[in-house]
């Protein structure tokens, strides 16, 4: 599985992506968990029995741009097991700044308008 998200995506939105299983010896109810990758638990299952991912934290991709998260869904006796890589889009997200906080600067008295000497 793979999805891109804007790193500006709100916190709840669910990932555009559904986990699909099967097990053909089984009609137990699923459990599904995020057993690793998950950096700072930034996303979270929704609900342990539905396939659903959620966005829990805010994304920041000067922090990471990436994420491999390996899920685990089990028929109650049996795991199976799969990555969902989620890629961070960056975004404009940072103001222009000064470098430095105040600029000194000398005109002369007859200095020409629009001319720099």
Known sequence: ?????REDVLLGEKLP???RVDD???DAQFTFRIA???FKNAFGV????????SVRRRL???TRSAYRLEM???DGLFWGWASVDVQVIDV?????AFLNASYTATVREDALIGRDR
């Open 92 to 96: 404009d997200d940072t103001s222009p």
């Open 60 to 62: 920041d991709f000067e």
């Open 24 to 26: 053909a010896d089984s």
């Open 46 to 53: 929704l609900s342990p029995h539905a396939g659903q991912l």
């Open 17 to 19: 992506l559904n986990l």
């Open 1 to 5: 599985y793979s999805v891109s998200l």
């Open 72 to 74: 685990g869904v089990s």
């Open 36 to 38: 690793s990758g998950n």
